[in-house]
């Protein structure tokens, strides 16, 4: 356990440091940087040559790209902060900026997944009541809401006023948060917490309804060849969805209640917590990695976009093979 002194009003008193082990994680944020950073600008290209705006899924799909995209631009950030190698001013900016960043976009992620398995359910379903939701116009509506429900309740976190603590190798953005900065924090949490656990019964419940319609074709072997590839896409990306976000909101809580103060456990006690929300926020991430496979899967658009690139590049390659006569 390491400790350091702190001089805020006693020299002599130790200061608890949790995150003092940050290099495996750093090495990870990395690879999942290079990775994200290549899928999702191929993806950009692939959606500015074949955007279909005549489609509500297609509108989720942008806007879950942008937060992707946003979220891996911060991801650097968050890695020389912790790595602890970044000037003071770095730091502090990342703790104010960079990182609300990493959560505004990974709720705005959470909902417009949510949208995208709702946006399924209904074309399967194909119930007229339902049809106006569909609608593109509904969708830029609910997709101006969504950011601007994330915003209100993070960009406070960006604009109050911090406090002046002592420069160290080592920073915890907590320490940086008047009393005020730590309330709207907790409340915020509390706030997102809700949030998230409405999605994930929509998701959770749209996934489980769709795949009780595809599982119903089974009696029909030509129905079923056609539903059994979409069975697995929906099983997986079901299984994708729990494994990447429900683990953090289970840790969240605990550790958010030890940062505002609400509990006081040991330094020990501190340590696993922050370790355990690392790891389960490494595990958000990875979602960076596999949205755009939702994209080639959820847009006709996309995939044939992905497609005539293969098949041009294909066909180029084997007429540069061809001898000439």
């Known amino acids: 356990m390491m400790t350091l002194p702190t001089n805020?009003?006693?020299?002599?008193?130790?200061?608890?440091?949790v995150n003092d082990q940050m290099e495996p994680f750093s090495v990870l944020y990395i690879l999942v940087f290079l990775t994200s950073i290549a899928a999702?600008?191929?993806?950009?290209?692939?959606?500015?040559?074949?955007y279909n705006d005549k489609k509500s899924i297609n509108v989720y799909l942008?806007?879950?790209?942008?937060?992707d995209l946003l979220l891996t631009l911060a991801l650097p950030f968050k890695v020389a902060k912790d790595l602890g190698v970044s000037p003071w001013g770095f730091m502090v900016f990342h703790c104010q900026v960079s990182a609300v960043v990493v959560y505004i976009s990974m709720y705005v992620s959470i909902f417009f997944l949510t949208f995208v398995s709702i946006d399924c359910y209904m074309q399967i379903s194909q119930s007229s009541r339902l049809f106006r939701i569909q609608e593109v116009g509904f969708a830029r509506l609910m997709s101006v809401t969504v950011w601007l429900l994330v915003l209100l309740i993070m960009v406070p976190n960006m604009a109050l006023p911090i406090q002046d603590v002592p420069e160290r190798k080592f920073l915890s953005c907590s320490k940086l948060k008047q009393e005020v900065g730590?309330?709207?924090?907790?409340l915020a949490v509390f706030l997102c917490t809700i949030l998230f656990l409405n999605a994930s019964t929509a998701v959770l419940v749209s996934n489980g309804l769709v795949l009780k319609r595809l599982l119903a074709s089974r009696n029909d072997p030509e129905q079923w060849r056609h539903a059994r590839r979409a069975t697995v896409n929906?099983?997986?990306?079901?299984?994708?969805?729990?494994?990447?976000?429900?683990?953090?909101?289970v840790v969240r809580t605990p550790y958010t209640l030890a940062q505002t103060e609400v509990i006081t456990p040991d330094c020990q006690t501190k340590r696993h917590l922050f370790l355990a929300k690392e790891s389960t926020l490494l595990l958000v991430v990875l979602h960076l990695c596999l949205d755009p496979v939702l994209y080639y899967y959820f847009s006709k658009a996309f995939r044939q976009r992905v497609r005539e690139v293969f098949r041009s590049r294909r066909s180029r390659r084997d007429s540069n093979t061809i001898p000439s006569q």
Not at 182 to 186: A, K, N, T
């Open 62 to 67: 942008v806007n879950l790209l942008t937060a």
């Open 234 to 249: 929906v099983t997986v990306v079901t299984a994708a969805y729990v494994v990447c976000f429900v683990p953090y909101h």
């Open 8 to 17: 805020s009003t006693d020299d002599t008193l130790p200061q608890c440091v």
């Open 182 to 186: 730590l309330h709207w924090h907790g």
């Open 40 to 50: 999702n600008l191929v993806a950009l290209w692939v959606f500015i040559h074949s």
